[in-house]
């Protein structure tokens, strides 16, 4: 009988299994692994039982019993059907008080059907959101947990040895919220990550379209902005693909890879769920639909006769000030990307009920995940300062950068427009600040015409109440409320 010595298991030896399951090893916990095929499990042990100590479980039962109690378990394998196979395969097998933990890319609606189930046969359930990639699986993720907070009690030590640390040393991990809360959380991050990349490219189609820089130029342009305000993991990885030269060809890398994003899913969750909120995150959504867009060829193809501008070359001297815009406006529309971003967190925390702190998640945001930014320091300090922070907007700080930012960012619009570059993003994070400081918008008119063709009633700004004008009599008001 395998004796009960392993504080944590994981089942799924996929490479971020097999990574997580070294992690933890490699800090001091002892590892039960198990895998459908078993052959994973013993490749695992024996190409690396060296970083610490591993149980290797060739069943369900030698992998529940190698777990000291109360057990915990993670489940690394795909979302969806996948992981409700694993939890009908192990649920039967554990103790109340036994903590069953999800580490994929799970919706967070999964992950509160799943919790309410597993509640109820008097299990935990942890939606437990990693960010970092296979790199950060091994090296130390960004780690956002969900469930009760009982179930951090047990887990969260174990979690915070193995996460990344901020620079002041505090675990980029914490207790984000009740059931789906830490799935949600992880959600949002890669919605934000979508917009940050989107924007980083469409910032590179600038600067080589317009500046006319080329990748080397680009790339030792992101280096220096990495050095300042915009430094983070993606400027700088953006730095490596740019300066890389395809060994096959000897042409930068960037000119030889397909122009077609692909994505998987979590992108677009944030943005469906988002409508579902009324959470106005058109930044991200552009960012979605740009990926779209790049995938279909067809589209693409049956438009390259459309006519546009012409380009108009620029002098070195103007192409370097216009490098300085596109800065300002790629940093002015990052600030919007992460004011999108709490706001949806902050609007599920109330729908849903979880007291998400919007502080501890920037906090967590620090180091490991793709996200990471070092901005994120002040985006905590922000919502430490006012916790009812409406949106980072209203933030003093910010709200200076982005005022001093905006004369570069509109003229880096009014060049794109000129040149007929497209800047989904750039422009969408524009129009949402311009639509937040407006004294009065539009939906003015779109509320007339609502009641006109369908009698939806306004409501008026000198009194009171809910109105209808009586369109097809003599055009009289009444009160509807």
């Known amino acids: 009988m395998t004796s009960s010595t392993a504080q944590i298991g994981v089942t799924g ?3 971020m299994g097999s990574n997580l399951a070294r992690n933890f090893a490699r800090n001091g916990f002892t590892v039960a692994v198990h895998n459908r095929t078993t052959a994973k499990t013993t490749a695992l042990v024996e190409e ?5 100590s591993f149980v290797a479980a060739g069943s369900a039962k030698e992998f529940v019993d190698a777990l000291e109690r109360p057990r915990r378990l993670i489940i690394m394998v795909k979302a969806g059907e996948p992981t409700d196979a694993v939890i009908r395969e192990f649920a039967p097998l554990l103790e109340p008080g036994d903590v069953i933990i999800d580490g994929g890319n799970a919706h967070f609606e999964d992950t509160r059907r799943r ?13 437990v959101g990693i960010s970092g990639g296979e790199e950060g699986a091994l090296l130390g993720p960004s780690i956002m947990p969900g469930g009760s907070e009982e179930s951090y009690a047990s887990l969260g030590p174990l979690l915070e040895k193995i996460s990344a640390k901020a620079s002041d040393g505090t675990p980029c991990t914490s207790h984000v919220g009740p059931d789906g809360a830490g799935h949600f959380v992880k959600m949002v991050h890669n919605g934000i990550e979508y917009a940050d990349m989107q924007l980083i490219a469409e910032a590179y189609h600038l600067l080589r379209e317009v500046a006319g820089y080329s990748p080397a130029k680009i790339a030792e342009t992101f280096r220096a902005w990495n050095k300042g305000r915009l430094d983070s993991y993606l400027i700088e990885i953006t730095a490596e693909v740019l300066a890389h030269t395809d060994a096959a060809t000897g042409r930068p890398f960037v000119d030889v890879v397909a122009d077609a994003a692909e994505q998987k899913g979590t992108g677009r969750w944030t943005v469906q769920i988002a409508l ?5 995150v058109s930044g991200i959504a552009e960012a979605v639909f740009a990926r779209a867009v790049s995938g279909h060829g067809e589209l693409r193809t049956a438009a390259r006769g459309l006519s546009g501008p012409q380009a108009e070359p620029l002098s070195a001297e103007a192409a370097d000030a216009f490098a300085a815009q596109v800065e300002q406006a790629l940093y002015a529309s990052k600030i919007v990307s992460y004011t999108q971003g709490f706001h949806q967190i902050q609007a599920g ?3 849903y009920g979880w007291g998400v702190d919007p502080g501890a998640v920037a906090s967590l945001w620090r180091g ?5 930014a070092a901005f994120l320091d002040r ?5 430490d300062a006012r916790p009812e922070l409406p949106s980072l907007l209203a933030d003093a700080g910010f709200a200076d950068e982005i005022g001093a930012a905006q004369h570069d960012w509109r003229e880096v619009l009014v060049a794109a427009v000129r040149q007929g570059i497209p800047v989904p993003a750039f422009a969408a994070s524009l129009a949402y600040y311009d639509a937040l400081r407006s004294e009065r ?3 003015a008119l779109t509320q007339g015409q609502r009641d006109f063709f369908g009698a939806h009633t306004y409501r008026r700004t000198d009194r009171e109440g809910s109105y209808h004008t009586l369109w097809s009599g003599d055009r009289s008001e009444v009160r509807t409320d």
Do not use: N, T, W
């Open 276 to 280: 579902d909120l009324g959470v106005p």
């Open 368 to 372: 490991g995940c793709i996200i990471r």
């Open 115 to 127: 919790e309410k189930e597993l509640r109820e046969q008097g299990l935990h359930f942890v939606g």
């Open 48 to 52: 690396f039982g060296h970083e610490g």
């Open 379 to 383: 985006i905590r300090a922000a919502y």
């Open 13 to 15: 030896l996929a490479v």
């Open 441 to 443: 918008l539009p939906a």
């Open 349 to 351: 925390s109330e729908e």
